[in-house]
């Protein structure tokens, strides 16, 4: 029997100071990667697209109603998570801060910027996707606006 590749939508949400939201999967033995870091998102019920499924997941799992959003990568998984499938990365900036949100799923939210990185433990292939996205120069920066604030005619 030949079982079609589950697919999953999930985000890089940035909070207004341009910090990653994440969130800490429930300590569960039952479930994938518990007790790792994760992105916000899931799987792609029958008959969504991966942004249907992308707005439903953040409404469910945050409570957020996601505006806009902008398409990053798509990664075929066929190693480093429980099964084989393919994840469709998104990216948003939101004007809030993670301990604004409420979390429904999972232990707790928590905001990190690039470098803190290397000291979190993450879920199947995210650490990768975090890499790449650095690599891509998407990661938001904040804005210098002291040189403008000192112009003087």
Not at 24 to 32: A, F, G, S
Not at 35 to 54: K, P, S
């Amino acid at each position: 029997m030949i079982h079609s590749m589950k697919q999953i939508a999930q985000i890089l949400l940035f909070d207004r100071n341009n910090r990653l939201i994440i969130y800490l999967r429930d300590d569960k033995p039952e479930i994938p990667f518990a007790n790792h870091w994760d992105l916000i998102g899931g799987h792609l019920e029958e008959g969504e697209t991966a942004e249907v499924a992308l707005v439903r997941e953040v409404r469910e799992e945050i409570g957020l109603e996601l505006g806009q959003w902008q398409f990053f990568r798509r990664y075929e998984c066929l190693a480093g998570d429980v099964f084989p499938n393919t994840k469709f990365i998104y990216h948003a900036r939101i004007d809030c801060l993670a301990v604004e949100l409420t979390l429904f799923e999972g232990q707790r939210l928590s905001a990190i910027e690039p470098q803190e990185r290397f000291t979190i433990r993450f879920a199947n292939i995210l650490g990768t996707i975090l890499e790449d996205f650095i690599a891509a120069g998407v990661w938001p920066q904040a804005v210098d606006n002291s040189r403008a604030n000192n112009f003087h005619r």
